[in-house]
């Protein structure tokens, strides 16, 4: 797969087959997403991925807080999606009528919280001390991870719905009280259910793009 395919192949799988990932699978696209870059070669990424019996155990607590209706409490503020501002609410806003209105999407609410049934979460994290720069470079790491996954034949997911029980992700992996989670990537096989089907469209170039 060629690297303008992997831009454009790339979506967000919203259920996965319960196949395994060869641990050396995952070693590699980990390895691949180090190259990401930072500032002044910082590096202030870790990656602590759960699978197995790790993930079913966050998969379980964390859909039963779900169903308690229990309010999320990510490490990084959340404001109203209102607030964001006019082009990104523009945008979430015509992308929640695309979900409410799209048959294909009529289980999203359940495969949130089933954590999509991915047999693999990948959760980034930077330390508290690192300064709000910090994020910028996670966010090139995780995307980095994503297109290297792409590539070697896996597909994911990034969602808030990932990270919103931090306490659930602490439970069972040594993440610290340190450290920020900053994203959890779902990593795994698509499955053929029709929710796969849905994918997000993109605003026109002109509309984000200044060159004079």
């Not at 196949?19 to 995952?26: D, G, I, Q, S």
């Amino acid at each position: 797969m060629n690297q303008s395919t992997v831009f454009h192949e790339r979506i967000s799988i919203r259920d996965f087959q319960a196949k395994e990932v060869a641990t050396a699978l995952l070693r590699q696209i980990v390895a691949e997403a180090q190259q990401a870059p930072s500032w002044a070669n910082s590096q202030p990424w870790k990656v602590y991925v759960a699978t197995g019996a790790t993930m079913e155990a966050i998969r379980k607590e964390h859909l039963e807080k779900s169903q308690e209706g229990v309010k999320g409490t990510a490490d990084l503020p959340v404001k109203p999606i209102q607030d964001w501002g006019d082009l990104p609410w523009s945008n979430m806003e015509k992308w929640l009528e695309e979900v409410k209105t799209d048959p294909d999407m009529e289980t999203f609410a359940k495969a949130n919280a089933q954590l999509w049934n991915a047999p693999v979460m990948a959760y980034i994290t930077v330390p508290k001390t690192t300064p709000v720069w910090s994020i910028y470079d996670a966010g090139a790491f995780a995307q980095t991870l994503m297109l290297s996954a792409s590539s070697n034949g896996l597909d994911s997911m990034v969602a808030y719905e990932n990270i919103k029980y931090p306490d659930e992700v602490r439970r069972h992996l040594p993440v610290g009280e340190d450290e920020i989670i900053v994203a959890g990537i779902a990593l795994g096989y698509r499955s053929d259910h029709k929710i796969n089907n849905f994918k997000s469209t993109r605003i026109g170039l002109d509309k984000i793009l200044t060159i004079q």
